[in-house]
């Protein structure tokens, strides 16, 4: 298959926002390239090593890429073009995000799996480690093994939205729960759900042609009884069949998307959730974690949690009475 190598030039500051702008589309498969976060890592860690060479210590570039993947075809041109859109309205906005200028590569699959493999080895995420299926990994007393496909632009489980969530979920589960993934993307959170012992899951996410696809795969790989994976397509904002579909009486609520699908969505986690239940929300920047929890608040959720990872936020709340 081929595929379209996506570059975006922005700033080491602008990294969170284009990340959180490709999460908007659903990619959360991204590699970053910025000097200025190399050279303040070195910088941290010289203290510790017996020799550093001095110019790793420099920033070579005032500039940060984020690189992702799309397929070559209409959907992924469309794709392209939505994200565009949304740059250049980001680009109106603000100046400190840099250039914000997109520049695309054809690749085929050997790149694209050549490019994973290079650079994706076991996540240790808690007790969960995330492995590619390529990877021969032998677990520790108490690990619990997620065998992934990374060869898809729909998550890895490198972001730090998903380590937050997939934390929660571990401090949050319990055994026999039923839960709600909102913007399921590739699966992770779904098929970490059950491994962990979840009774049954539903995920659901806007696109059915990838997110939907990689999710079933994902599922494929795992040693879960797929039976009690329900893989839905459609928007519970927007689309009343689409709420009617998922369902209530969840224990747990996932949503791992960005704050601007949070806020309208928290009104809607008490419908779906059991009163006493759990809503775990990330994707969350610091500019907007106020606004997040103002719609918690609104909605009568109570924060019980909050964790932080590199600019990224997660919220844990209790769902009152619907």
């Keep these: 298959m081929e595929w379209i190598k996506s570059s975006i030039e922005t700033t080491s500051a602008g990294v969170d926002a284009v990340t959180g702008i490709l999460l908007t589309h659903g990619i959360a498969g991204v590699e970053i390239v910025d000097s200025e976060e190399r050279a303040r890592y070195f910088a941290d860690s ?70 994973w493999k290079k650079h994706f080895v076991p996540i240790h995420i808690g007790r969960v480690v995330v492995v590619p299926e390529w990877v021969q990994y032998q677990p520790q007393r108490g690990e619990v093994i997620f065998t992934i496909d990374p060869g898809t632009a729909f998550g890895t489980g490198q972001h730090q939205t998903t380590k937050l969530c997939a934390l929660a979920l571990q401090n949050t589960i319990e055994s026999g729960a039923k839960v709600l993934d909102i913007g399921c993307g590739s699966g992770i959170l779904s098929i970490i759900a059950l491994l962990l012992q979840a009774s049954q899951v539903t995920a659901i996410d806007i696109d059915p042609a990838g997110a939907i696809a990689a999710t079933k795969k994902n599922a494929e790989l795992n040693p879960i009884d797929v039976s009690r994976l329900q893989v839905l397509a459609g928007d519970v904002l927007s689309d009343t069949a689409a709420r009617k579909a998922v369902g209530t009486g969840y224990d747990l609520v996932v949503a791992n998307i960005v704050a601007d699908v949070i806020i309208p969505l928290a009104p809607l986690a008490p419908l779906f959730g059991k009163p006493g239940g759990r809503f775990i929300a990330s994707g969350i920047i610091s500019d907007r974690l106020e606004d997040v929890k103002a719609a918690f608040r609104q909605a009568n959720i109570t924060i019980v949690s909050e964790d932080e990872m590199e600019g990224w936020h997660c919220l844990v709340g209790v769902l009152a009475n619907a």
Excluded: C
Aim: glycine share 2%; charged share 20%.
């Design 46 to 115: 010289t203290r510790t090593w017996d020799y550093a060479d001095e110019a790793l210590l420099v920033p070579d570039s005032t500039s940060a890429f984020v690189i992702f993947y799309v397929t070559s075809d209409n959907a992924g041109a469309t794709l392209i073009q939505q994200i565009a859109t949304s740059l250049e309205n980001a680009r109106s906005a603000s100046t400190e995000y840099g250039a914000l200028i997109m520049r695309q590569e054809k690749a085929n699959d050997e790149t694209w799996l050549h490019e």
